[in-house]
């Protein structure tokens, strides 16, 4: 069975500090790996997806991932956080099945 | 483009009575999901389609049922409603059904069962 997992329930970061948040995946096959952001009383929104080809890839608002087969990871990462990234972040995954399956989401506060 | 219209916004039901969740999306999909979202769990996936006459049980189906008589529409219905299907509820669709697309979420419909 696929899973994700997002180890921590809330990420800290001051503004202007690079920000990491974390997800690790289990999945059959090759995986399909997602990224998404959602807003107080709105829906997701896509970030950025890995598919196949360069282990880093480039999102929307300056998000960037990476992709690491090994430890079966897939680290959601920003050079400069902004205030106005803070928000709930969700990775998720699908595999040899169609089914996207998320985790339980981390919630990204950027203080001033 | 709409994108994916979720309706209603917002209900309140009572123990026991019956309703539909209504989704439709504009951008001639093939795949549709719902998800329940609820704190500390994240969203889990309910039910999904590959298309048109074609739907699938995903994570937590019990107390749902769906069906997909138009690419447009997927509507959820729950056929009686307990306290425990308070949740807020997603529908989603993407274009294909390989599932290398990311998928277009609705707002949501925030459902309270009292």
């Known amino acids: 069975a696929q899973s994700v997992a997002q180890p921590e329930d809330q990420v800290n970061v001051a503004e202007g500090n690079p920000l990491t948040v974390k997800c690790t995946y289990s999945?059959?096959?090759?995986?399909?790996l997602f990224w998404y952001v959602q807003y107080p009383n709105r829906g997701l929104q896509f970030l950025l997806k890995?598919?196949?080809?360069?282990?880093l890839v480039k999102g929307s608002y300056g998000f960037e991932a990476e992709f690491n087969k090994s430890q079966t990871s897939f680290h959601l990462k920003k050079p400069s956080a902004l205030v106005s990234d803070s928000a709930l972040y969700f990775c998720?995954?699908?595999?040899?099945?169609?089914?996207?399956?998320f985790g339980t989401g981390t919630l990204l506060a950027v203080q001033p | 483009n709409a994108g994916v219209t979720q309706t209603p916004k917002f209900q309140v039901l009572k123990t026991g009575q019956s309703m539909t969740l209504q989704c439709a999306q504009d951008?001639?999909?093939?795949?549709m999901s719902w998800y329940r979202q609820d704190p500390g769990m994240g969203l889990r996936l309910i039910h999904y389609?590959?298309?048109?006459?074609?739907?699938d049980q995903g994570e937590v189906p019990n107390g749902y049922n769906v069906s997909r008589s138009t690419t447009e529409d997927f509507p959820l219905r729950l056929l009686s409603a307990a306290p425990s299907q308070t949740s807020v509820y997603f529908c989603?669709?993407?274009?294909?059904?390989?599932?290398?697309?990311?998928?277009?979420f609705g707002d949501g419909t925030r459902l309270s069962i009292l």
């Open positions: 989603a669709s993407r274009s294909d059904r390989g599932g290398n697309q990311p998928q277009h």
């Open positions: 999945v059959s096959g090759n995986p399909y």
């Open positions: 890995y598919i196949t080809g360069d282990n």
């Open positions: 998720a995954v699908s595999g040899a099945t169609n089914k996207l399956i």
């Open positions: 951008m001639n999909h093939e795949y």
């Open positions: 389609s590959v298309g048109a006459g074609i739907t």
